[in-house]
């Protein structure tokens, strides 16, 4: 039941890029969740996924292993899987291909990644929620100010990552709805003052409301939220 308390943006990726593992590459296997986290008794994409033994690898958070974010501290060829949720648009564009690169060096069986779409839909929505971050509370937004420097990939550089390979491309969510929920996260957060960290918690569980069934789609709309990259190998 703690995958809940993620509200709703990070549970859909995490459910989605969950399924999109079980139909790629089924259990058992071993998967290395590059900037996975590690928490109470287990790692997040761990709640949403059964059967399979999963080692998480960050540069910041907590997870079994540190690393400086370039090269993974990792043998060729010692995970049947590489993951990774949301990492790619916290990378710079022209950095991005090498340290995808080596996840194909990591990897057995499948590399399978996900991210929001860098449309200009959702450019504009990140770049107006880190200035509405930035008007409440005086500095930017963490994680938003890294996707505007670095920008989120589109589509054409999604593909470019995987020329020659056999690989599947997915999509799902809304980013006008994601605009809507950060956009009331932040102003819960100001109204709330000392108490920000508990109204948080709050807004999460309140964004649940937004959640629908899972439904992956082979081309992105509009307002898509995000993008799911799922490569065989061998």
């Not at 958070?61 to 648009?89: K, M, W």
């Not at 929620?129 to 005086?138: A, D, K």
């Not at 996260?185 to 000392?194: D, E, N, V």
């Not at 992105?220 to 990259?229: K, M, N, S």
Request: include cysteine; glycine fraction near 6%.
């Amino acid at each position: 039941m703690l995958k809940y308390l993620y509200g709703m943006d990070s549970f859909e990726r995490h459910r989605s890029l969950a399924e999109v593992i079980r139909t790629t590459a089924p259990a058992p296997a071993t998967i290395l969740d590059v900037g996975g986290e590690k928490s109470i008794r287990c790692n997040h994409l761990g709640r949403f996924l059964r059967g399979y033994e999963i080692q998480t690898v960050n540069v910041a958070r907590s997870a079994d292993t540190q690393y400086e974010g370039a090269r993974l501290p990792f043998p060729d060829h010692s995970f049947d899987i590489v993951a990774s949720l949301d990492t790619a648009e916290h990378v710079r564009r022209a950095e991005r291909a090498a340290w995808i690169a080596d996840f194909f060096r990591v990897a057995r069986r499948a590399v399978i990644l996900c991210g929001p779409l860098g449309t200009d839909v959702q450019s504009r929505i990140d770049r107006e929620l880190n200035e509405l971050h930035r008007t409440l509370f005086g500095h930017d937004h963490h994680y938003l100010s890294e996707h505007v420097a670095c920008t989120m990939p589109d589509l054409e550089e999604i593909r470019s990552w995987v020329q020659g390979r056999s690989y599947r491309l997915l999509f799902d969510g809304d980013a006008r709805v994601y605009e809507r929920q950060q956009s009331v996260l932040f102003r819960w957060q100001k109204a709330a003052g000392p108490l920000k960290s508990p109204a948080k918690y709050i807004h999460q569980l309140y964004t649940l409301k937004d959640l629908r069934p899972l439904h992956l789609q082979a081309e992105p709309g509009p307002h898509t939220r995000r993008w799911y990259l799922a490569v065989t190998l061998g």
